[in-house]
């Protein structure tokens, strides 16, 4: 499968599983069965519709969640069956990003505080030589050492999520998980945080899982992503490839809501028929069933696996070959463009 296969991914997920037990209902299924493989200075972008479970597979990733089955392999090593000493060490490889930088910043204390925490918690060096390092990632995330004395409720909010970068980077991670980093900002705020990032994986040599639901801010910092729909995921492919060739309906039809810029051609979109069925006690078979244009009997009974189609390209769908060529009839589309 080329030359990635041929050396270790820094983060491979196996087989992870989220349950949640729902008084009187059953088990809800908000991670099912997800795995994937994130090498050494890449960043994995991995999207879906709101409730799709992508958060909840940062949070597990980042122990912030205890998981029900699965495996996180950092270099080989299952983090999850590490002891608490070994655990330690880790926190210091692996690193989150928040989605609010309000919430995630303690507002009863400076920025000064907050960045110096993982320092004295972590007893990384001794307290005389905090300030130092305080005053190098600070240099490092482009901001004023003078914003160290400011409380979070007294900067804007990029600056905030510039801090919560700050506190990510101060253990020297190699992997870091962005769980939808931008999508309380401003636009043109957006742009800014999105290019630090980038700078910093260049600099820094990071490793980062990018979760968001935004398309375009994916396409534009991913190297490969990830489709998440109910909890699993249907397609992996390069991001090139999958703008321009995915294959599970779902993918073509979240693909299709992206907008066009270019003003002489037609606004196309698979508009979806259909309820998302509930994560609560799943049916056999493929979850997006009742929603797809394409679906057999067979899907209704048999869960598609994860299997590539072409190099690089992993699809969860029974009929990926025809996908595409069937969406040009899809009853559900009001302008067919595929």
Not at 68 to 74: E, H, P, Y
Not at 154 to 162: I, M
Not at 245 to 262: E, F, G, Q, T
């Amino acid at each position: 499968m080329g030359e990635k296969e041929d050396r270790q991914p820094l983060i491979s997920v196996q087989g992870l599983k989220e349950f949640f037990k729902i008084p009187g209902r059953g088990m809800l299924h908000a991670v099912d069965d997800v795995s994937f493989d994130i090498y050494a200075g890449e960043t994995m972008g991995l999207v879906g519709e709101s409730g799709c479970g992508k958060s909840t597979v940062g949070n597990v990733i980042m122990r912030l969640l205890p998981k029900t089955d699965g495996k996180l392999l950092l270099e080989g090593i299952d983090v999850f069956m590490a002891s608490k000493e070994e655990q330690d060490g880790y926190c210091r490889e692996m690193q989150i990003i928040f989605q609010d930088p309000y919430s995630s910043l303690n507002p009863r204390k400076t920025i000064r505080s907050i960045l110096s925490e993982a320092y004295i918690v972590q007893k990384l060096c001794q307290r005389s030589e905090i300030e130092g390092k305080l005053l190098e990632l600070c240099e490092i995330v482009g901001i004023s050492k003078e914003l160290l004395d400011y409380y979070p409720h007294e900067l804007d909010g990029g600056t905030r999520q510039v801090v919560g970068i700050a506190r990510a980077l101060s253990l020297n991670p190699r992997f870091i998980v962005c769980d939808e980093p931008v999508s309380s900002l401003d636009v043109s705020v957006q742009a800014k945080i999105i290019n630090l990032l980038m700078d910093l994986q260049k600099k820094l040599g990071l490793t980062y899982l990018f979760i968001s639901h935004d398309l375009s801010v994916v396409r534009h910092i991913s190297n490969r992503i990830a489709v998440m729909y109910l909890g699993q995921i249907v397609e992996v492919s390069q991001t090139d490839q999958m703008f321009e060739n995915c294959r599970h309906p779902y993918a073509i039809a979240l693909l299709s809501a992206i907008p066009k810029v270019d003003i002489n051609r037609k606004a196309e979109r698979i508009i979806l028929e259909g309820d998302v069925p509930s994560p609560i006690n799943p049916k056999p078979g493929c979850r997006f069933v009742n929603r797809c244009w394409m679906a057999h009997e067979r899907c209704r009974t048999e869960n598609p696996k994860l299997q590539e189609v072409e190099p690089g390209h992993c699809v969860a769908c029974h009929f990926a070959n025809e996908s595409r060529e069937q969406a040009k009839s899809a009853k559900t589309m009001k302008i067919s463009d595929y």
